[in-house]
């Protein structure tokens, strides 16, 4: 039964645990940077800029990446397992996400990084 | 299993519980924002390359259509949080009775058609 997956063997609470964490920072991030627009009224490109400079922003943001593909991965893989039941198909469709989301965060660290200091 | 049970799938008449009905919008807004990510940081990637990168980004996000996809993406953002809340406090046995769980997606529902009309006009203003 446990044939069937691509979450390496049964590792069901550590999944469910995982989502619920990343599910709090990626919440935690985003109002960070609703907070951010909503107190700088004049908000233009260096006001930006200068966030994403600020070191510890870079570690947030780094952080956000990392959960936002934990939890999306646990997420989609769930919904995948509930709905395609053709194990070739569930395998094709996972195996796509998850080498797009390799891509995504590779694309996502080089953003980051492209900010000066 | 016999071949001609009944079977009853009219969309319009079945009755959905409202949790249920909370619990597949959550899972539907999930997949939004999944479908979202390339977006999302390719937003991210042109308001950092440059000024007038920011500045056409800017003008990007006057225009309707626009408007609307980041519309729609906040809305799936928030709704997705607003009902993922409730999940968590639920994990915790924070208003996980029958009756408690009722109110509790009508509170999301209720919270979640406030918050996106909100942003809503904060963006059309
Ligand atoms: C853009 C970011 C996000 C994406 C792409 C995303 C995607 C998903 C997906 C696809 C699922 C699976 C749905 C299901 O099992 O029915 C899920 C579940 C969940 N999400 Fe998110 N999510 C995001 C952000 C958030 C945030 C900020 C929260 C914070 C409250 C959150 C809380 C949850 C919870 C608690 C679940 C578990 C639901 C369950 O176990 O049934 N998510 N998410």
């Known amino acids: 039964m446990a044939i069937n997956n691509l979450s390496y063997g049964r590792h069901g609470l550590r999944d469910w645990l995982l989502q619920r964490v990343s599910a709090v920072i990626i919440a935690a991030y985003f109002l960070f940077l609703v907070g951010f627009w909503l107190t700088h009224p004049g908000f233009d490109y260096d006001t930006w800029m200068s966030l994403f400079a600020r070191p510890w922003v870079s570690l947030f943001s780094l952080l956000f990446l990392i959960s936002l593909f934990v939890h999306a991965w646990i997420g989609i893989w769930i919904v995948a397992t509930d709905y395609l039941k053709g194990a070739f198909l569930r395998y094709t469709v996972l195996i796509l996400v998850a080498l797009s989301f390799i891509a995504f965060f590779a694309w996502g660290v080089q953003i980051l990084w492209s900010v000066p200091a | ?125």
């Open chain 2, 1 to 125: 299993m016999n071949k001609k049970r009944p079977v009853f799938l009219n969309l319009f008449a079945i009755q959905f519980p409202i949790t249920a009905i909370v619990s597949i919008l959550h899972r539907a807004s999930g997949v939004l924002l999944f479908l979202f990510i390339p977006c999302l940081l390719s937003v991210l990637a042109s308001s950092l390359a440059s000024e007038a990168d920011f500045n056409a980004l800017r003008d990007t996000f006057s225009q309707p259509l626009a408007k609307l996809l980041l519309w729609l993406f906040l809305a799936a953002l928030s709704y997705h949080i607003i009902a993922g809340i409730r999940h968590l406090l639920m994990d915790m046995d924070i208003g996980d009775s029958l009756q408690a769980g009722r109110w509790g997606a009508r509170i999301v529902l209720a919270l979640s058609v406030i918050v996106i009309l909100l942003i809503g006009v904060g963006l059309w203003r």
